[in-house]
C-alpha cells in the first residue's frame, strides 16, 4: 500500500486536478476509499458512453470522454476492470491525456483493504509461521468458450482445472469434467460456471474447497495456508465491491427486471422468516462478486445447498421468465446468493479476505 499511496502522491503533485476513468464498482470503491483516506474527490467520473451509466454519482458528475472538458494534464485514474484497461489507456493516449495511473486488480486490493481496516470491516487472512498443511483444493472453472488469455496462469499446487459445461459441447479443455457423479453439467448454459460448483458440492471430499475460474484466481501465500489449517477461519472470499446506489440496481444491470422479481419471489417462498433481512443486504451496497470462495468443506457444502435450492425454485419460472433458460441469469443470480449468504451468517462464520488476480 505504502508504494501505491508513493505513486499515487506523485501523480497528484504534478495535476492541478483528477478525474476517475469508469462510473461502476471498481471506480466507485476507488472513489469511496480516495475520499475516506485521504479527503480528496475527482472533479467527474469519465465513461466512454454515457448509456447505462448514472448521470452523477454522489454528486460528482459523470461525463463522456469526448466531453468531459478537462485539461490534459489531469490526472486520471483508470479505475475499470482490467478487462478495458489497455483500450482504455490506448485512447487516453490518443487524445493527449498521458497522466494516467491505473487502477488493477492489485491496486484496487491494496487501496480497498486500507479503507475496510479504517473501518473495521471485512478483516484480512493474514499469514501464520506454524507451518501447518492445509487440505485445500480450488477448482479452476474452464469453459470451451472462454477467450484466450496472453498470459496464462499457472496452477498452484492447491488447484485443478475442470471443465464446466461438458455436456453442451464436444470439445474438451480440462482433464476434469464436470458431466461425472452428481451433476447439472447439461444446464450450463443456464448456469455457467456453477455447473462447477455444483459438481464439486457433489463430488469432493476436502477439508478446504473452494472455487475460481480462469482468468480469476484467489490468491493465498503458504502463510496462509498455515493459518486455515490452524483453524478458526470458516471462509475467505476477496474483498466486495461496493455499488451504487446499491447491490439490486448492480444485478439490473445484467438481467431483466422479471428475472430480478424471480429472484426476490423465490427468497420470499423459501425463507420466508429471513427475507426482510435478505432484502435490506440487497439494498444495500456490498456484493461479493464472480462466485469465488473457498471454505470449509461443511461450509462451503451447506452455503451450495443454500444457493442451488433458490437457483433451482427460480428455473421453475421459465415458461414465464424464458431469459431464465436462454441467458446466464441464473449465474448472475448466484453472485447475489453468494454475497448474500456470507453477508447474512457474517455473525456466525469466521470471514477472512483475500486478493484476487486477473488474467487477461
Request: aromatic letters at 12%; charged letters at 20%; glycine letters at 6%.
Amino acid at each position: 500500500m505504502e508504494q501505491f499511496k508513493r505513486i499515487l502522491d506523485t501523480k497528484m503533485r504534478g495535476a492541478r486536478q483528477f478525474a476517475i476513468y469508469g462510473a461502476q464498482v471498481v471506480a466507485y470503491g476507488a472513489f469511496t476509499a480516495l475520499r475516506s483516506l485521504y479527503g480528496i474527490t475527482p472533479e467527474c467520473f469519465i465513461v466512454t458512453s454515457a448509456e447505462c451509466n448514472p448521470l452523477e454519482i454522489e454528486g460528482i458528475p459523470v461525463r463522456a470522454f469526448g466531453g468531459c472538458g478537462l485539461d490534459k494534464d489531469t490526472l486520471v485514474l483508470v479505475a475499470v476492470t482490467e478487462l478495458l484497461q489497455d483500450e482504455i489507456c490506448a485512447t487516453l493516449e490518443s487524445r493527449g491525456f498521458f497522466n494516467y495511473l491505473r487502477i488493477g486488480a492489485h491496486e484496487e486490493h491494496l487501496l480497498m483493504s486500507a479503507y475496510f481496516q479504517s473501518i473495521g470491516m471485512f478483516p484480512p487472512l493474514n499469514g501464520s509461521t506454524s507451518g501447518a498443511s492445509c487440505d485445500l483444493i480450488v477448482y479452476e472453472a474452464k469453459n470451451h468458450r472462454d477467450k484466450p488469455l496472453a498470459n496464462l496462469p499457472a496452477l498452484q499446487p492447491w488447484e485443478r482445472s475442470i471443465q464446466a459445461g461438458v455436456d453442451v459441447t464436444d470439445m474438451r479443455v480440462a482433464s476434469l469434467l464436470d458431466n461425472t457423479g452428481l451433476n447439472i453439467s447439461a444446464k450450463n448454459r443456464m448456469y455457467s460456471e456453477m455447473t462447477a460448483t455444483y459438481w464439486v458440492w457433489k463430488n469432493t471430499v476436502h477439508d478446504w474447497k473452494g472455487i475460481c475460474h480462469y482468468r480469476r484466481h484467489l490468491v493465498i501465500g503458504n502463510g496462509q495456508l498455515a493459518t486455515l489449517a490452524d483453524g478458526g477461519i470458516n471462509a475467505v472470499l476477496p474483498l466486495p465491491y461496493i455499488c451504487y446506489p446499491n447491490t439490486l440496481t448492480q444485478f439490473r444491470r445484467f438481467v431483466s427486471e422479471a428475472v430480478k422479481d424471480t429472484l426476490l419471489s423465490s427468497l420470499q417462498a423459501l425463507h420466508p422468516d429471513q427475507y426482510y433481512g435478505y432484502l435490506s443486504l440487497i439494498n444495500g451496497k456490498y456484493q461479493y462478486t464472480y462466485n469465488l470462495l473457498a471454505a470449509r468443506s461443511d461450509v462451503f457444502d451447506a452455503y451450495c445447498e443454500w444457493t442451488f435450492a433458490i437457483l433451482e425454485h427460480m428455473e421453475r419460472s421459465i415458461d414465464t421468465v424464458p431469459e431464465i433458460a436462454t441467458t446466464r441469469a441464473l449465474s448472475y443470480a448466484a453472485e447475489v446468493l453468494t454475497s448474500l449468504y456470507f453477508l447474512f451468517n457474517s455473525d456466525k462464520l469466521n470471514i477472512r479476505h483475500i486478493e484476487k488476480k486477473i488474467f487477461v
